[in-house]
């Protein structure tokens, strides 16, 4: 069974150059309306017949991640989001530490998906939409 609950947020970010790859306008500083669905899948609760309550996911996703990095700039908040966790994957480490700061949607959705499932302590998907046409599913 799963759940899915609506989330939405404002941020500027920009893909710095580097030789692997041209990002294109990405690469100058712009701005994204984000919209992302958080899903959570387990088993109807026999005791509250919900998997989760909409409030606690609502409260957790706004908590953790929507009230840290709405109306930022997502190369400074996301670096911090990932350096405050303790999440340690290589990709974010290569994406979120160094000089230059990669928040592409692969990249924020997959840090997000992370944090979320371990504040809940059960499976999480989460699909963020960049614009109103492209997202990443993870
Ligand atoms: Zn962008």
Do not use: W
Request: hydrophobic share 35%; with cysteine.
């Amino acid at each position: 069974m799963k759940i899915t609950k609506e989330f939405r947020f404002e941020a500027s970010h920009k893909l710095d150059t580097n030789d692997k790859c041209d990002y294109g306008p990405c690469s100058n500083l712009h701005g994204h309306s984000y919209k992302m669905y958080v899903t959570v899948e387990g088993e109807i609760n026999p005791n509250t017949f919900m998997l989760i309550n909409f409030k606690d996911l609502k409260e957790v996703v706004n908590s953790e991640i929507v009230d840290r990095i709405d109306h930022t700039h997502l190369n400074d908040s996301f670096s911090k989001l990932y350096k405050e966790s303790n999440i340690r994957l290589k990709i974010l480490d290569k994406a979120l530490l160094g000089n230059k700061v990669y928040t592409t949607c692969e990249v924020m959705s997959t840090l997000i998906k992370h944090i979320i499932q371990k504040k809940l302590g059960c499976k999480v998907s989460i699909k963020l939409y960049e614009t109103a046409t492209s997202y990443c599913e993870v």
